[in-house]
């Protein structure tokens, strides 16, 4: 299931001249914690994009931190900001977590009849929702983590009595907030004492807590490309190896130095790889995801070594260390052929002519 030939459509006649008279705006920044990367992301895809044709042009625009859009040097809102913007233009979303990938640019794009890459606004929200998505991936058959969801007002009123019997299994546990992206506020911890405290930093957040058991194995990702009503396609599996003593958090996904990723697997054997582009695949359909996502998994240490689906990401990396454009380099695939299948993928979900929206179930 992985490879070029199965995943490189915007080469052919149709998709190739289509994007050739295809305006592309990159939209990156915004106001999440994750806005630095999305704008290493965002200038990553306009540059590789702009360096000849197809597309017809391309045009770079930044959300501000304060969530205005930068257009042509100045910061106006959202709205102001799509008319000056061409009517057909296909928006490639360079965005990471908070409004950019949770669904609310999706559905602000939907009612404004603009097309966008990746998924619609509500697969956006299901897999930003990490309690949700838990739930769809179990449904479908898929292995999650044992975890247990902590809200402000629960944890009010019943205090550390509300994990006590999740903490007695053992741990260590890992605990994040259930919206957040890029391992942004996600503690490990390795006492039971100590997790009353990492709750209270998410809180801090403002977001309610999930706090999940370690499972001890591999890191890996799958990167997944494909439209509703087409079979999904995987691309290899990426393995990834933090630095000891450490997990895959946000400084050993972007800083030099960081964890080892490495694209085909080393340590994971074939039949094992196999499963985890499946799980990949299940999970891209259970949470109804279109264009693109990263499934991110633990392959157990131990039997059964059924790999453990921990988030789907919707709206993944596209920077220099980012695991997408990586496992795609694995199969022959260059960066900026990866950035015009998303973008082929995208017109062919919501029309290559004109407006077009995502579904909207």
């Known amino acids: 299931m992985t490879g070029r030939a199965h995943w490189t459509g915007w080469e052919a006649p149709g998709p190739a001249a289509a994007l050739a008279r295809t305006s592309v705006v990159v939209l990156y920044g915004g106001t999440s914690a994750e806005r630095e990367v999305s704008i290493r992301s965002g200038r990553a895809v306009a540059a590789a994009l702009a360096s000849e044709p197809p597309p017809a042009s391309v045009t770079s625009v930044e959300i501000s931190s304060a969530g205005r859009w930068i257009v042509a040097g100045e910061a106006i809102p959202p709205a102001a900001a799509l008319e000056r913007l061409p009517a057909d233009a296909l928006f490639f979303l360079g965005l990471h977590g908070g409004e950019g990938e949770d669904g609310r640019v999706q559905a602000f794009l939907e009612l404004a009849g603009r097309r966008f890459t990746g998924s619609p606004h509500l697969p956006s929200a299901r897999c930003m929702d990490k309690h949700l998505a838990r739930l769809l991936f179990a449904h479908a058959g898929l ?204 017109l062919a979900r919501t029309g290559s002519e004109g407006q077009g929206t995502g579904h909207g179930e």
């Open 143 to 346: 292995r999650v983590a044992p975890g247990q969801l902590v809200k402000p007002a629960d944890w009010r009123a019943q205090g550390r009595r509300g994990l006590e019997e999740f903490a007695r299994a053992g741990g260590p546990w890992y605990v994040k907030p259930r919206c957040g992206g890029s391992s942004v506020a996600t503690f490990r911890v390795a006492e039971p004492a100590g997790l009353a405290a990492a709750v209270e930093r998410v809180f801090a957040t403002g977001d309610d807590a999930l706090v999940e058991r370690s499972i001890q194995g591999l890191e890996v990702t799958c990167a997944v490309f494909g439209n509703r009503g087409t079979p999904p396609t995987s691309l290899p599996v990426v393995e990834i190896t933090p630095r000891e003593g450490r997990f895959f958090d946000y400084t050993e996904k972007y800083a030099e130095g960081g964890a080892v990723e490495v694209c085909p697997p080393e340590q994971l054997p074939p039949e094992l790889a196999d499963r985890v582009e499946q799980a990949a695949r299940t999970a891209y359909l259970a949470a109804d995801c279109e264009g693109y996502a990263r499934v991110d998994f633990i392959v157990p240490d131990t039997e059964p070594r059924t790999p453990v689906v921990l988030e789907a990401n919707t709206l993944p990396g596209l920077t220099a260390r980012s695991l997408l454009p990586l496992a795609a380099g694995a199969t022959g695939v260059s960066f900026r052929e990866m950035c015009l299948e998303i973008c082929s993928l995208a």
